[in-house]
């Protein structure tokens, strides 16, 4: 693995590092000086409780004898007992002089007190835990103890704590070094998933291991690649079925101009021939017209206005626009209007669905056939008494593209499609209820709110 201080082993471990050497400075803070403080005053408690029998025990005048007594029995360096004045009475240590004790601070602060005090003085370089204690002769009584091998106690706690904290560091650094090692060949793996993604290429699955985020987001992108996937083989089929079915009216557009420009055709075939022209481009048309609305709704540029709407004014205005071409494709068409039921819609989407439910109906059953258009409270159905969709086809006919077998040719196979996404997208739905002798494409939609249906009465009554 390339070392590179951006890269997340590198962080990883410096992150720990400042974490172990953090909890390190921590202890170095506070644990070595209370370590410390504590040896110390532990010393000199011993030498006070020691220093406070050997007084309260004191037969009788003093002397040298009494003294070296004191120092073993205080097991102390050296015991002095000096007068009230500060003098230097009797030393334990009887060779040399005794002139570094002269004037002890912690002797005379006991001396001037009459109670006991205790103290760290330093003499020759060296710290001496000291305890006086005053006698009911006016002496004090000082044992001093050399700090020497507590210190020493301490700096050897101390020299340990650094080599642990430098092993510590280290092996925090291996550490997470290691696991960054092993987290950055996840996401190695996860960003090489998603070249392939981001190249096209659905087919191998994306295989990170692990219940932690990375597991989840590797999860995530497997998600993210078989939708792809699905949106791929759907673009695909899109653009074929697409091209296929705008190749077929246009060849036989070109089909009708070549045999138009024969001079043996009679007045009646070529009428003929320029009726089924037009019936092609009127195909090619509202496929251009499917297209583009899909291609809008696909891109989220389709705009939904939502408002009040009411369905009975939307089924009059369907029976009066598409009565003509009911008529002339020989289909009685009806209008049924049970309650006005006043919904929160598009009006424009709205007869935008209802004109292909009706076309559909139209286009796909046997001329005579009956059609009504039904508004009843929150829904707008359009029905016929044709011979009916099967039960195993009945989802298909909302699949872009999608004509059943023995259907007209004549259909793009998008105008359900559209309807039923153009009813999602206004918070309803579009069903199917088909059985022979009737069929239902039922469009249900939210209700208009209270509040918007005031504004509405009250707006209609002021014309």
Not at 38 to 65: C, M, T, Y
Not at 297 to 304: E, F, H, P, S, Y
Request: proline share 4%.
């Amino acid at each position: 693995m390339r070392f590179s201080f951006r890269s997340v082993g590198a962080r990883l471990s410096l992150a720990l590092a400042v974490v172990v050497a953090g909890a390190l400075a921590v202890v170095w803070v506070v644990l070595v000086p209370t370590l410390q403080n504590r040896l110390v005053k532990g010393r000199i408690g011993l030498l006070a409780e020691s220093a406070r029998e050997i007084v309260h025990s004191e037969p009788g005048r003093p002397g040298q004898d009494f003294i070296d007594d004191a120092a073993r029995t205080a097991d102390a360096n050296r015991a002095i007992l000096f007068s009230s004045s500060g003098a230097v009475l009797f030393d334990s240590r009887q060779t040399g002089s005794s002139q570094d004790v002269a004037q002890d601070p912690v002797a005379l602060r006991a001396a001037e007190s009459l109670a006991r005090r205790e103290g760290v003085v330093h003499r020759a370089g060296e710290p001496f835990a000291e305890v006086a204690v005053p006698d009911r002769a006016g002496h004090v009584l000082l044992v001093a103890a050399s700090l020497r091998a507590t210190l020493k106690n301490v700096d050897l706690v101390r020299s340990r704590l650094i080599w642990a904290g430098l092993a510590a560091l280290g092996l925090a650094v291996l550490a997470g070094w290691l696991a960054a090692t092993a987290f950055a060949r996840r996401l190695r793996r996860l960003e090489r998933a998603a070249d392939r993604i981001a190249a096209g290429d659905f087919d191998e699955p994306v295989t990170v291991g692990g219940r932690d985020e990375v597991g989840e987001l590797a999860r995530a992108f497997d998600r993210m690649r078989l939708r792809l996937a699905r949106l791929e083989d759907a673009r695909r089929a899109f653009i074929a079925n697409a091209s296929h079915e705008l190749r077929t009216p246009i060849f036989s557009l070109g089909g009708f101009l070549e045999l138009l420009r024969e001079d043996e055709l009679d007045d009646d075939t070529r009428a003929e021939f320029v009726e089924a022209m037009a019936e092609q481009t009127g195909r090619l048309a509202k496929l251009a017209t499917d297209l583009l609305d899909l291609s809008r709704l696909d891109a989220g540029g389709m705009r939904i206005e939502l408002g009040p709407v009411s369905l009975a004014g939307a089924a009059h205005d369907l029976g009066e626009e598409l009565a003509a071409l009911a008529e002339g494709r020989g289909h009685p068409l009806e209008v049924v209007v049970d309650g006005d039921g006043l919904v929160l819609a598009d009006r424009e989407r709205v007869l935008q669905v209802g004109r292909a439910l009706v076309d559909n109906a139209l286009l796909h059953t046997p001329s005579g056939t009956a059609v009504r258009i039904v508004s009843a409270g929150d829904t707008l159905r359009v029905e016929d008494e044709g011979p009916g969709i099967p039960a195993e086809h009945q989802e298909q006919v909302f699949t872009r593209f999608t004509r059943l077998e023995g259907s007209r040719a004549s259909g793009s196979g998008l105008g359900l499609a559209i309807a039923r996404e153009l009813a999602e997208r206004m918070g309803g739905s579009l069903t199917l209820v088909s059985e022979p002798g009737r069929t239902a494409f039922t469009l249900r939609l939210p209700a208009a709110p209270p509040e918007q249906i005031v504004t509405i009465v009250t707006n209609t009554a002021a014309r």
